[in-house]
């Protein structure tokens, strides 16, 4: 979403005071694709970057829920209504930690040479996981939020 509407991300990189234009946005999102296209088909280094990516949102989340930055979007899915909360930071954690594991167990690519049934299910159940993830990180603090109210 970085790269339709870089907005959310450019005003959360300004609030707290990192360097931010929507190029700046658009940019992390080119390196956020590329770091996943170049993970899943060539693991390797490209691992260990998305890693520190993954680390240095991990960082950025934090601050900004400690702090308590005034957020209404982290940027993450070019939405307005999704600020930082507890939730993306325990995911940003689990994915970076996932990620170094993955990296220093010398994980390797997707096996593209899967017969096609088991390649299908493989990338399917892939895109269901990311879903579950949106869903979890963007409505779940709305549902805790609207629980809590009540």
Known sequence: MKLVDPEPTTGAMTVAH?????????????????????GVAMAGTSVLVAAALYLAFTIFTLVAVISRIPLQSCGCFGREDTPPTVIHVAFNVAATVALFVVYLRGGGP????????????????????VYATYLLMSRLPQVLEATRRA
């Open 18 to 38: 990192l360097p931010a234009s929507n190029l700046v946005s658009r940019l992390l999102g080119l390196l956020e694709i590329g770091l996943c296209l170049t």
């Open 110 to 129: 997707v096996d593209w040479a899967l017969p096609p049934v088991e390649l299908v299910l493989y990338l399917g159940f892939t895109a269901i996981g």
